[in-house]
């Protein structure tokens, strides 16, 4: 019995499907088939019901989950305590990201890191928040760049990187463009493109929609904003961003803060607490680069 193959079983367990365990694995779906194929003749039992369009867990499987995940971490425990001794840092290092991400202090910090402790692997994975937050949570992902419409999720740790006011982004000759500030029930009128569920700016819109007791018309969801804006000015849609978001815009577009929509969208790296080494290091160096801007 091999780590990597506890490593592939567990992502084919997590995954619920080869192909997508294998690029997070960077191999092919063969290697993995086959890796895993040759754990399941030595425990002699099959681990996966691969009848169905997903991978998922026979009995021996979900009995041998948990092992194997502790088997890996155990594994990742032995090569940190020899490094911190040795006073080195090593293994590999997962970091989530919200899609879309453009904040380039963080790809600083990355590269900082990688240059003083070339021996950590960073894995990289783009999903939407709230996805993200339960990858942390559930220790699938070391740290993630989330948005929230909460200052720390409930059991992480967070460092708040941006914290800012929900905006409308119109055309100039737009109606709204004449308003100096623009309220949800101006914007009750028009119909809406913004980011969908999951995401923090998403969040702050539906809690202060709800606590007016309003249902705007998400007429379109995008998970970037280059084509919430490239919509918003072809006047599609009023696009609905944050501030440093819409000022990219400036050019072509008409912001205008949401008078009544006063709660921040916060974009934050949040991580649980007592991590490794690794982990404490890298957030040495997003602090150092934050700090920075």
Not at 52 to 78: D, F, I, P, S, W
Not at 236 to 257: C, E, F, H, P
Request: hydrophobic share 50%.
């Amino acid at each position: 019995m091999e780590l990597r193959q506890l490593e592939y079983f567990v992502a084919v367990a997590e995954e619920q499907n080869f192909t997508r365990a294998a690029e997070r694995a960077h191999i092919s779906q063969s290697g993995v088939s086959a890796q895993i194929r040759r754990l399941e003749r030595e425990l002699g039992a099959e681990l996966f019901d691969r009848s169905g369009r997903t991978a998922t867990l026979t009995v021996a499987g979900k009995a041998a989950l948990e092992h194997a995940r502790a088997a890996l971490a155990a594994a990742g425990a032995l090569s940190e305590a020899v490094g911190e001794v040795t006073d080195l840092i090593r293994g590999r290092l997962t970091l989530g990201m919200v899609i879309g991400c453009t904040i380039t202090p963080l790809f600083d910090a990355l590269a900082d890191f990688h240059r003083a402790h070339p021996g950590v692997e960073v894995v990289l994975l783009e999903d939407n928040s709230d996805r993200l937050v339960e990858g942390v949570r559930a220790g699938t992902l070391d740290l993630a760049l989330v948005g929230t419409a909460t200052a720390a999720p409930e059991g992480l740790e967070s460092l708040t990187i941006v914290s800012e006011r929900l905006v409308v982004t119109v055309p100039p000759g737009h109606p709204l463009a004449a308003l100096p500030q623009v309220t949800l029930r101006d914007l009750s009128a028009y119909p809406i493109v913004c980011m969908p569920p999951g995401t923090g700016l998403r969040a702050v819109l539906d809690q202060a929609c709800a606590a007016q007791s309003r249902q705007p018309v998400i007429a379109l969801q995008a998970s970037a904003a280059d084509a919430i804006a490239d919509l918003a000015a072809r006047g599609v849609a009023v696009g609905i961003l944050s501030d440093s978001m819409a000022a990219r815009y400036r050019n072509r577009l008409t912001a205008r803060t949401i008078a009544d929509v006063e709660t921040p969208a916060l974009l934050a790296l949040v991580w649980r607490a007592g991590q490794r080494p690794a982990v404490r290091e890298l957030l040495v160096h997003a602090r150092r680069a934050f700090s920075a801007r």
